[in-house]
């Protein structure tokens, strides 16, 4: 985060050093809208990371931008807030939050990867009509399925349980990471799984050692999109998990009930927001380019 | 998990057609082998079982279950790959070949079967059905949903968004990404990550982001805390609302998302803007043409078809959304759109039918897309 708060600076020392792009009054509107842009961006992000640090009856009290004004007194800034969300129930929803993500990344990549193995290289009976299925069911809205399968959950009474929203968590990602996967794996030379083949290579064999090693970019890609987007998802996890067992919220779900709460938990807010997003911004800056990657390939889809 | 056992796997394949003489140890090593791998996969079910049993039992200590669950979801998914692909192993060399296609495809069939494929077409068929889901009522509760106010408020309200925020996020990410390319390297970088970084943020942590921007309290209520309207106090007009002032308050909603995705936009974006040959551009200028007629006439028209995907993609986004319209305002003041509108009908109001149809609604709108789609890459096989 504090890179980000420095980031709008190094636009501005920047510009006129650089001795290939001098600063010309030709240039001066693109700056200037480039600044305020930033600026317009960095404002909503910036206003919640300072309130989170400040004392809870600051913030009830008046505006964050006012902190300007005292921001090298130490009675500014406090950790109280953490504190206290943690405590009131964020603690329990950080753990549960990566008690859902992190199958529910890995499980789609293990399943998807097998399936797009057999749909690049392995010859069967209806596999373009299958996997044109598999494209088709990418844009499938989410909404959709909702009602028949809670209804299936509640019978099988797997509702407020992990394995179930890993599956629904399988279920939804799955048809892009297939064609992902798919598109990358085929795409690899034959003539590398011939020579394994007459070395005696069985398929099981050629998968592990050598289709997965050679699709890491392509998995990294796709591990990225499907934890931002288990991790920030709302809905499956309300209506599957918080809803039959409130122990099991994640942090989307605790901080919406949160929000719910309005004006008398304003004071919390900040911080239960940042905690929500410290790992995925970590995640994000980590992995930007297999992020950005997989945004690449994910969006020129079909 | 899978790694260490690999060296005997190849052990079997290459011992098994060579048969020689003297390999007894190896064949009795083969069918110990053959048999514990035929137990896996009911093994690995009954470790399901039991986990799922662990995991049910809240009085257990959180982090140990978490850890398990872990564990046993991963790692059991990988185990039951192998074990099925140890048992089609044993199957005669041409069965084998048949078969081992299906245990590789088949699980992620059955999983999109049962997910995707059968909820789709039972969301079709509740939709025909009246609220409790006993009598088949035809196309009446397509009728109420286009006749009743609150249905006609969701869906206006929904195709509102879903025009204003695409054309929004390619606009500024267009211009962003054109800007950018024009900045030394080192600040190019930085200034796309800060537009990029909400994108990692969740529509609900967005809300709440928004939350200080839009806040409003009544006069005599202490000071404002929320940036909109601080503003407006200092300039001496009144505090408003934002969230409650008719129609608006959905364009407020939509900067939420606008926020989000622009930087979806713009990184996409910026990728083809650097794609643009060179020399045509060095050309156009030599010509004496201007930025602007540069970025009309050669930048746009050649990136249109990344700007229709980007276009697209972030339509179906927002003709999804939820989270921001459930967190902010649920539904109220006119802000309900169909997505939100479903939830509430299904889970407040237990009207399954009209539940149903109005997510039918949201797949008939992307359905094109899904055509689209498909027919591309018949087109893309057709041709490889």
């Not at chain 1, 931008?65 to 009131?88: K, M, P």
């Not at chain 2, 056992?5 to 052990?11: M, N």
């Not at chain 2, 999109?112 to 035809?138: A, K, M, N």
Request: proline residues 6%; neutral net charge; contains cysteine.
């Amino acid at each position: 985060m504090t890179a980000v708060a420095e980031k709008p600076q190094t636009v501005e020392t920047k510009r006129p050093v650089d001795p290939n792009q001098s600063f010309t009054a030709s240039r001066f509107p693109i700056y200037l809208t480039c600044v305020i842009i930033a600026v317009l961006w960095l404002i909503p992000a910036l206003g919640l990371m300072v309130s989170s640090f400040r004392a809870p009856q600051a913030i009830r009290a008046n505006g964050w931008w006012t902190v300007f004004g005292e921001i090298f007194n130490s009675a500014t800034w406090t950790l109280e807030n953490y504190a206290t969300v943690l405590d009131q129930g964020f603690g329990n929803a950080f753990a549960n939050s990566l008690a859902v993500t992190i199958p529910s990344v890995v499980i789609p990549i293990t399943v998807a990867a097998f399936a797009a193995y057999a749909f690049a290289w392995m010859d069967f009976p209806g596999r373009t009509i299958l996997f044109a299925l598999v494209v088709a069911l990418i844009v499938v809205p989410l909404q959709m399925t909702l009602i028949p399968i809670l209804r299936i959950y509640t019978d099988l009474d797997i509702t407020g349980t992990f394995p179930g929203v890993w599956l629904a968590h399988t279920g939804f990602g799955l048809p892009l990471a297939i064609y992902l996967l798919r598109n990358y794996m085929g795409s690899l030379p034959s003539s590398l799984i011939e020579s394994a083949q007459i070395d005696g290579a069985g398929p099981y064999t050629i998968f592990t050692r050598l289709i997965i090693p050679l699709s890491t970019p392509v998995l990294a890609a796709f591990a990225t999109l499907q934890f931002l987007w288990v991790w920030n998802d709302y809905l499956v996890a309300l209506v599957f998990l918080g809803v039959a067992d409130p122990t099991k919220e994640v942090v989307t779900v605790a901080l919406a009930a949160l929000k719910g709460r309005g004006e008398g938990a304003l004071s919390l807010l900040p911080a239960g927001a940042m905690v929500s997003m410290i790992l995925p911004l970590v995640v994000f800056f980590a992995l930007q380019r297999y992020f950005v990657r997989g945004l690449t390939a994910g969006s020129v889809k079909g | 998990m899978t790694t260490p056992l690999l060296p005997t796997d190849e052990d079997v394949e290459v011992s098994h057609p060579t048969g020689e003489p003297g390999s007894r140890d190896n064949s009795l090593q083969v069918w110990v082998l053959r048999i514990l791998s035929a137990l896996v996969v009911p093994a690995v079910l009954g470790l399901f079982f039991f986990t799922f049993q662990f995991l049910q039992d809240s009085s257990r200590n959180k982090v140990i279950q978490i850890v398990v669950a872990i564990v046993v979801g991963v790692g059991g998914v990988w185990l039951l790959y192998w074990a099925m692909d140890r048992l089609v192993s044993l199957l005669p060399e041409r069965a084998e070949a048949g078969v081992r296609p299906f245990v590789f495809a088949g699980p992620a069939l059955v999983i999109l079967g049962f997910y995707l494929v059968y909820p789709t077409i039972d969301t079709i068929i509740t939709s025909l059905r009246d609220s409790s889901g006993e009598e088949f009522v035809g196309f009446a509760n397509y009728v109420v949903i286009f006749t009743e106010a609150i249905y006609i408020e969701a869906l206006r309200n929904s195709f509102i968004w879903a025009i204003v925020v695409p054309v929004i996020c390619v606009v500024v990410g267009l211009v962003i990404a054109t800007l950018a390319d024009r900045m030394p390297r080192k600040t190019e970088s930085s200034f796309k990550s800060l537009i990029f970084l909400p994108l990692a943020v969740s529509f609900v942590g967005a809300s709440v982001v928004f939350t200080f921007i839009y806040n409003f309290r009544p006069e005599g209520f202490g000071e404002q805390i929320g940036l909109l309207n601080s503003i407006v106090a200092a300039w001496g007009g009144d505090p408003v609302d934002w969230l409650r002032v008719p129609f608006w308050n959905n364009l407020f909603l939509m900067v939420i998302l606008i926020w989000t995705q622009t930087g979806f936009a713009m990184v996409i974006l910026s990728s083809a803007v650097k794609g643009v040959p060179e020399d045509i551009v060095e050309a156009a200028r030599i010509d004496g043409a201007n930025e602007w007629q540069v970025f009309r006439r050669i930048t746009v028209p050649t990136i249109a078809s990344t700007i229709v995907v980007v276009w697209t993609t972030i339509l179906i986004t927002t003709w999804k959304v939820y989270d921001i319209v459930a967190v902010t305002t649920g539904g109220r003041d006119g802000t309900s759109v169909v997505a939100e509108r479903m939830v509430t009908e299904f889970f407040t109001f237990q009207n399954n039918g009209v539940g149903a149809a109005l997510a039918v609604v949201l797949l008939i709108v992307v359905t094109p897309i899904l055509v689209i789609n498909v027919r591309r890459f018949r087109q893309q096989e057709a041709t490889r």
